[in-house]
């Protein structure tokens, strides 16, 4: 029987080894680069729910038998390329399919959190209270009703921000290239208007050589004074040093981070460094689309990808 290493929580394991029952062995491998590498040996497929370890050209050439990588998330910028193009092994990842993420909605759930977090300085009112302290003039909250929200990125989670921002009687405006159409309510802007104009900046867009940099520290020092910032995308969108810098001077009132550039290991990182000292700064450890129930089906998703291809494909050529 063809291998099947899975990368990821419990619940997505359990749902992967029920999909792929008499299809393929499914193996539970811990994400670290060394046992994922030991593992692809074997394997014939990879499902990946993960994202903790990059998987690279050596691990891909070191897997004579490997047909397929299919990963339970949008992003998939942590698989190398080059040995999987060469030998024909595609790479699925739920980009592929609008019709099942439409509502899954944690990752904007935890954006918009965020968004509120921000907005009543949630964490510090809560370790004040924790310290045996009751002064709430400290702590005065950002009224979001009658404010602008600006979305860069205006796909799933971006719509979904829209509608609860809407609700909250906020405005919404949006940058997006390649949406033909925006939800109602949303007024299609420049990258540079959102940055600009917004007392909120959320960035839903996919990590990739044309967004890899996208917001400039140019950009960052046109922000809006005390505008609050929200990245729930990937860390390498967003100029890092800038971002500090503007949380430093007080230009950005407050952040909210799902993502850092080079997570998971954020030792070190000057953004993790600065909110351990401040409260204006929230740090999540990309944990936006982690839920058990959404976890649970866009694994049945993936694996579906992975039996489908066990079941046509012979042997990769090596």
């Not at 994202?51 to 190398?80: C, F, Q, Y």
């Not at 867009?205 to 400039?216: A, F």
Request: aromatic share 4%; hydrophobic share 45%.
């Amino acid at each position: 029987m063809a291998i099947t290493i899975y990368l990821g929580g419990k619940d997505g394991f359990e749902s992967t080894t029920v999909a792929l029952a008499g299809v393929s062995e499914v193996r539970n491998v811990v994400a670290e680069p060394e046992a994922v590498a030991a593992a692809l040996v074997e394997a014939d497929a990879v499902l990946d729910a993960s994202m903790k370890v990059r998987i690279t050209d050596a691990m891909v050439n070191a897997a004579p038998k490997l047909r397929i990588i299919s990963t339970a998330t949008t992003g998939s910028d942590h698989i190398e390329r080059g040995a999987l193009a060469s030998r024909g092994i595609p790479v699925h990842t739920l980009k592929e399919d609008p019709h099942v993420l439409r509502n899954i909605t944690p990752a904007a759930e935890l954006s918009w959190t965020l968004v509120m977090a921000c907005a009543r300085k949630l964490i510090a009112a809560v370790k004040h209270v924790n310290q045996g302290a009751w002064t709430r003039e400290l702590f005065p909250g950002l009224m979001i009703n009658g404010r602008s929200l600006g979305l860069i990125g205006c796909g799933r989670i971006g719509g979904w921000m829209s509608r609860y921002a809407q609700a909250f009687g906020m405005r919404v405006q949006a940058y997006d290239p390649y949406q033909a159409s925006f939800p109602e309510g949303v007024e299609p802007v420049s990258l540079q208007q959102v940055m600009a104009t917004s007392d909120v900046i959320s960035v839903h867009v996919h990590l990739s050589d044309e967004t890899r940099g996208l917001l400039s520290r140019a950009l960052f020092e046109t922000v809006k004074p005390g505008a609050i910032f929200i990245n729930t995308s990937r860390g390498a969108i967003a100029d890092e040093a800038a971002l500090l810098d503007g949380l430093v001077s007080g230009r950005i009132g407050a952040a909210g981070l799902d993502v850092l550039e080079g997570e998971p290991d954020t030792r070190g990182h000057p953004l993790v460094r600065y909110a351990q000292e401040h409260d204006n700064l929230l740090i999540t450890p990309h944990c936006g689309g982690f839920s058990p129930d959404a976890v649970r089906l866009v694994c049945r998703h993936a694996a579906g990808k992975i039996a489908a291809a066990l079941s046509t494909q012979g042997p990769p050529s090596v």
